[in-house]
């Protein structure tokens, strides 16, 4: 193992998910004839000529001295636990990058929207640089083509805007998890035709806006797209008929284990099951099984393609339930029916000595008359 790749891991074992780690240890850097820039002008950064890879590494860092790299392909690009604050246009200079990662920087606040081009070819992984929110990034997505894996976890993003991709984008991997994001926008998603995977866990997610989980049909019909929310704040009310509303050609595998859902709403659940194509995953969600759930039961393809429904109040599965059981309490309902009006005979009054008195007697006699609305019966 040279040099280059023994330092990467040393310095970001502990900060990367395996996966990515695996990924970028193993893959065959594309080397062209370009050479590494001087030393001296990039200089506190490194760069390894066999594997083109470039280092900026430590507290000493407060700004990336490369805009001056010329139209070279280059490895990867590690901006790792400095003080830098911006990543500004034209700052990383011309260079063709294979991956890209940014990653500890915790006064990073900004990535320009020109700062990457059309993105580096394979990866581009920005992790725990817990300043960055998304109004500094959003901008900068949207000029992504080539990239395949985004990766943008551990940060203080809070949404993505509507249509936040390229519709030219090459991107199939997209890992959103471990950020704040509380909504998923209105299509979000749409138009990215090599999409093939979506981590959205571990966040605050409560709303789903309209069509906000729509995706593209790929050039490849037979893939399926990973879609995963789980672990996040959803409830019953975070969906609605238009969810899922452009899906009809689209294999999605959803996955909304570890929520707060107690019910699936027909209207939104039904179209998006009863396709075949898709699957719903639902562990660890406290569902209230009653005649509002009983569509899941009798839609055969549905329930096939539903899994781990666990009622609350009868502890065992949805499935293990006859529809016949799944009852409501009838609610209380106002009568249409004319009401009979009792009349009741007032009582003989009392005869009045004098006048002083006889206010008195009056208001007995009125306190003692049945109220007409206490008598108020129902015809049968």
Known sequence: MNYFYKTVLKKIYFNIPVFVLLMVLSINFVLTHS?????????????????KGVICSGKEIKNIPLDI??????????????????????????????????????????????????????????????????????????HLELTETIQMDGNRINS???????????????????NEMQRVRTDTFFGLQELTYIRLDNNKIHLIADNGLNFSPGSNLSN???????????????????????????????????????????????????????????????????????????????KDNTYSVACNEQKKSLFKLDPNDLK??????????????????????TPTVNTNTSSTTNATSTNNTPNNNNTTTHKP
């Open 328 to 349: 409501c309490e009838p609610s209380s309902t106002v009568s249409t029916t004319k009401p009979t009006i009792v009349t009741v005979p007032k009582a003989p009054s």
């Open 69 to 142: 790299v010329g139209n070279v392909s280059l490895g990867i690009l590690w901006i790792n636990d400095t003080l830098i604050h911006e990543i500004a246009d034209h700052s990383l200079g011309n260079a063709s990058w294979n991956q890209i990662i940014i990653t500890n920087n915790q006064n990073l606040e900004t990535i320009g929207e020109n700062a990457l081009k059309s993105g580096p070819n394979e990866t581009l992984l920005v992790s725990n640089n817990r300043k960055l929110k998304i109004n500094s990034v959003h901008k900068m997505l949207k």
């Open 224 to 302: 399926i797209i990973h879609v995963l929310i789980n672990d996040n704040n959803l409830t019953t009310s975070s969906f609605n008929s238009t969810t899922f509303e452009k899906n009809e050609n689209v294999s999605v595998e959803l996955h909304l284990e570890n929520n707060n859902i107690n019910q699936l709403k027909e209207e939104a659940f039904e179209p998006f099951l009863s396709n075949g194509k898709n699957t719903l995953y639902l562990a660890n969600n406290d569902f209230d099984c009653d005649c509002h759930m009983k569509w899941l039961l009798t839609n055969t393809v549905a």
């Open 160 to 178: 993505l805007p509507s249509n936040a991709f390229n519709p030219k984008s090459k991107v199939k991997h997209l890992y959103f998890h471990n």
């Open 35 to 51: 050479k590494c820039p001087e030393h001296d002008l990039i200089n506190p950064c490194v760069c390894y000529s066999d594997t």
